[in-house]
């Protein structure tokens, strides 16, 4: 039975918000419709008391092929229709462990955390697309429960769905989700060299090899080099599933 109810866990519960709390919200939106309009990735933010979205921005990745304010006007009904089906398991799975490490980390360092995982959607013609979702709080209520929270949305880097991870903002450690042993682990994350983080840089504006060896002084056989030790530590491809993975784990 499809319940929107399922994606409010209960230890996220809010049931009242104060004056002093709907005060910090003023005109909180406008700086996020900016940021909208100057990025391709999609924005939506979602409101744990009243259950709802409350913005969705009209960036086209995340709509499925309706306008901004149809998918805020389904809210949570549009999870049940366009995410697949294992991949909606996945998301109420990611709602339950996400929340459960929330309530475990200290109130004033809470907002600090984001938890980001990939999931496909399938559009109105049924064709599936990896998208890659970070959420992280807006507002919290005075006894720490997230009110409201934004996601940003971006084309995956990865294969599949899943890769669920919490970043704390200024620390190295990244945890992950082991879905199969259904228990959290950290690792350090990935740290790229200068010249890898360089190479990385000219190639998100487009550069070619070449190009890239030209702007930074080296042969074209260096950043050939470089670029192998970078997909090899990034488990990616080529550059453009680097240059994904590498924006989506906030490493340039």
Same mark, same amino acid.
């Not at 200024?170 to 259904?182: A, H, S, W």
């Not at 000219?202 to 190009?211: K, P, Q």
């Given at each position: 039975?499809?319940?929107?109810?399922?994606?409010?866990?209960?230890?996220?519960?809010?049931?009242?918000?104060?004056?002093?709390?709907?005060?910090?919200?003023?005109?909180?939106?406008?700086?996020?419709?900016?940021?909208?309009?100057?990025?391709?990735?999609?924005?939506?933010?979602?409101?744990?008391?009243?259950?709802?979205?409350?913005?969705?921005?009209?960036?086209?990745?995340?709509?499925?092929?309706?306008?901004?304010?149809?998918?805020?006007?389904?809210?949570?009904?549009?999870?049940?229709?366009?995410?697949?089906?294992?991949?909606?398991?996945?998301?109420? !799975? #990611?709602?339950?462990? @996400?929340?459960?490490?929330?309530? /475990?980390?200290? *109130? +004033?360092?809470?907002?600090?955390?984001?938890?980001?995982?990939?999931?496909?959607?399938?559009?109105?013609?049924?064709?599936?697309?990896?998208?890659?979702?970070?959420?992280?709080?807006?507002?919290?209520?005075?006894?720490?429960?997230?009110?409201?929270?934004?996601?940003?949305?971006?084309?995956?880097?990865?294969?599949?769905?899943?890769?669920? !991870? #919490?970043?704390?903002? @200024?620390?190295?450690?990244?945890? /992950?989700?082991? *879905? +199969?042993?259904?228990?959290?682990?950290?690792?350090?994350?990935?740290?790229?060299?200068?010249?890898?983080?360089?190479?990385?840089?000219?190639?998100?504006?487009?550069?070619?090899?070449?190009?890239?060896?030209?702007?930074?002084?080296?042969?074209?056989?260096?950043?050939?080099?470089?670029?192998?030790?970078?997909?090899?530590?990034?488990?990616?491809?080529?550059?453009?599933?680097?240059?994904?993975?590498?924006?989506?784990?906030? *490493?340039?």
């Amino acid at each position: 039975m499809e319940d929107i109810n399922d994606f409010f866990h209960f230890k996220n519960t809010v049931n009242n918000i104060s004056n002093d709390e709907h005060k910090q919200t003023a005109n909180y939106l406008e700086p996020i419709k900016a940021f909208a309009r100057t990025t391709y990735k999609s924005i939506y933010v979602i409101d744990y008391h009243k259950k709802e979205f409350e913005y969705v921005s009209d960036n086209p990745l995340f709509l499925c092929g309706h306008t901004a304010q149809e998918v805020k006007e389904m809210g949570y009904a549009f999870y049940f229709k366009y995410v697949i089906k294992p991949d909606l398991d996945l998301l109420l !799975k #990611i709602n339950t462990v @996400g929340f459960d490490f929330f309530d /475990k980390i200290p *109130l +004033e360092e809470r907002k600090n955390h984001t938890i980001s995982y990939d999931y496909c959607l399938k559009n109105q013609e049924g064709k599936k697309i990896l998208i890659n979702q970070k959420l992280t709080p807006l507002f919290l209520t005075k006894d720490g429960k997230i009110w409201k929270s934004i996601c940003i949305i971006s084309l995956s880097a990865e294969h599949n769905s899943g890769n669920i !991870k #919490i970043y704390k903002k @200024g620390d190295n450690k990244v945890f /992950k989700y082991d *879905l +199969e042993g259904d228990f959290w682990t950290n690792t350090e994350k990935i740290k790229l060299t200068s010249r890898e983080k360089e190479i990385l840089q000219y190639s998100t504006r487009g550069y070619t090899i070449n190009e890239v060896a030209e702007a930074i002084f080296v042969s074209p056989d260096t950043v050939k080099f470089h670029r192998r030790k970078l997909f090899e530590k990034l488990e990616v491809v080529n550059i453009s599933e680097a240059i994904a993975h590498a924006t989506n784990n906030k *490493l340039i």
